[in-house]
């Protein structure tokens, strides 16, 4: 069947193993110096693996696999305890997968295990909670993962004049998501590249003037985006042929946006070609937390 899996590229895999401890499910492991897909049948898709690789090496691929076993991961899971018992079943919550979460519980009570979940939204109020083993599988759930757990941010209301007349855009081109653009557009080249995480500017709100103004654009995630290696492919052309001045990167603070610039540092290696890269982290509150002027 088709289906979302891992796919990690060797070449660029230097066996650190950051990514294993990230894998709950138990599908990867180092072998022979490098992270391998020990099986088709414990990888879920979701890439819970993919912030963690410094390389850039893990993708998300679409291809011919064997269908995920709740049931098989299940067996593996248990031998790592409560406290992975406990982050498996929220990361499915996470990714609202719930029908493996349900075959999960399915497994547990079945087993006589006991499991909790923290930081359930019921529909009446919103509150941290400990549940035990007779938790309810229907019921929503707020996210664990770093990324995209739930937080409710304090709107300003003391905004002054300049606020209150139309702001002016400074997008000059379509497309600006990267797998639709062509690196040999004409608004690429000799151009000034922002690369933005496509949470920032829903997060800054003066991205259009303080960032955008004065450079073309690509759009992407890092974490959900597929054929990443279509991203490195395209900017390594963009480097070369376009001839790009500089490469801003802009993400949010949370740890998946981190290989957003990793792939800006690995198109500059593989083009060989030294050009200006400079990072910036937004806080999920909107503030600039970080410059960092790499190269």
Not at 15 to 34: F, M, R, S, W, Y
Not at 128 to 146: D, E, G, I, T
Not at 155 to 168: A, L, P, V
Not at 263 to 287: C, F, H, M, T, Y
Request: proline share 4%; charged share 25%; aromatic share 8%.
């Amino acid at each position: 069947m088709l289906r979302k899996i891992v796919n990690i590229d060797e070449e660029l895999c230097d066996g650190c193993g950051l990514c294993v401890p990230e894998c709950h499910e138990g599908a990867l492991q180092i072998i022979d110096g490098k992270a391998r897909l020990i099986s088709d049948l414990f990888c879920d898709g979701l890439g819970a693996c993919l912030g963690q690789c410094p390389q850039g090496a893990i993708t998300i691929d679409v291809r011919e696999a064997e269908p995920y076993d709740e049931m098989k991961v299940m067996d593996y899971i248990i031998k790592g305890g409560h406290n992975v018992i406990k982050a498996h079943l929220e990361h499915l919550i996470d990714h609202n997968e719930m029908e493996y979460y349900r075959q999960a519980v399915d497994y547990l009570q079945l087993h006589g295990i006991e499991y909790e979940i923290t930081s359930v939204r019921s529909n009446e109020h919103d509150e941290k909670k400990q549940f035990s083993k007779n938790l309810n599988p229907h019921q929503q759930y707020a996210c664990s993962c770093p990324g995209s757990k739930e937080i409710q941010l304090n709107i300003r209301d003391n905004f002054n004049e300049e606020y209150q007349t139309k702001s002016k855009s400074h997008l000059t081109q379509w497309p600006v998501q990267f797998h639709l653009i062509s690196p040999n557009a004409n608004y690429f080249r000799n151009a000034d590249l922002l690369l933005t995480a496509d949470c920032v500017p829903f997060a800054y709100p003066d991205y259009h003037k303080d960032f955008l103004q004065g450079k073309s654009l690509a759009v992407a995630c890092p974490k959900l985006d597929t054929n990443q290696r279509a991203y490195l492919d395209k900017l390594v052309v963009m480097i070369r042929e376009a001839e790009l001045r500089s490469i801003t990167v802009l993400v949010m603070q949370v740890p998946c946006c981190s290989g957003l610039y990793q792939l800006a540092q690995r198109a500059i290696e593989e083009s060989e070609i030294d050009i200006p890269l400079k990072v910036i982290v937004i806080g999920i509150n909107g503030e600039i937390l970080k410059e960092i002027q790499i190269s």
